[in-house]
């Protein structure tokens, strides 16, 4: 299968991603994974991508593209993959199409994960990053053993500039303008599964599992 998931920050993409990979062994292809990792390696890219990260702002698309098709080239054909908050606009979305039509591949489905503001900007200004492993966690979800320390490597647990309250309210803005209208650009290619993301972590994995399911039957 070759999926997208989509949602506004903080509706829990990325844990749902990395879910649905484990359960049909599928690639997670995260764009906000791979700038971070730039951002930390301090190269061309991450310097362009933080100075749009830490106030909100969603990176050029060009940049998102190229990085999106040198990542494409690295995975098998015959592998499916799941693309974690990408795209974020009907021009990355159209350009991706051309990506894949080049390469003779085609999406399965895009899934539409929606929830309400308040809900999302209390998840959002709730994580905290390690300082040395890089992991994210969630202070609602999984409160660390030791306060301020993560569990993983004991490093010093911090609140990136893109998760504090004012960042997180531009970014919510921002999504409605410029992410939303791959609804119904997707919907119009007959390929949108909404999906509530209200719920716990369990209840919204087996919304997401029913529909991927219901798609395997299709087949």
Do not use: W
């Not at 879910?19 to 990792?37: A, E």
């Not at 929606?114 to 890089?134: A, D, K, V």
């Amino acid at each position: 299968m070759r999926l997208i998931i989509l949602g506004p920050p903080g509706i829990g993409k990325g844990t749902q991603a990395k879910r649905l990979c484990k359960r049909y062994s599928l690639s997670h292809l995260s764009t906000g994974d791979m700038f971070r990792s730039a951002i930390l390696e301090k190269n061309a890219v991450g310097n362009i991508a933080e100075s749009y990260i830490n106030f909100g702002k969603l990176v050029p698309d060009d940049i998102v593209l190229n990085m999106v098709e040198e990542k494409l080239a690295e995975i098998e054909k015959f592998r499916g993959f799941i693309f974690d908050g990408f795209p974020r606009t009907v021009p990355q979305a159209t350009g991706f199409k051309k990506l894949i039509d080049a390469v003779g591949l085609s999406l399965d489905k895009v899934l539409a994960i929606h929830g309400n503001n308040s809900i999302l900007l209390e998840r959002l200004s709730s994580r905290r990053t390690c300082s040395q492993c890089g992991k994210i966690i969630n202070l609602i979800f999984s409160t660390p053993k030791v306060y301020g320390q993560c569990d993983r490597c004991s490093g010093d647990l911090f609140q990136r500039d893109d998760d504090k309250e004012n960042v997180i309210i531009k970014r919510l803005e921002i999504y409605k303008i410029q992410t939303e209208p791959l609804l119904n650009y997707y919907d119009n290619e007959h390929l949108l599964l909404k999906v509530s993301g209200l719920g716990s972590i369990d209840d919204v994995t087996a919304r997401i599992e029913r529909g991927v399911e219901n798609l395997i039957k299709a087949e």
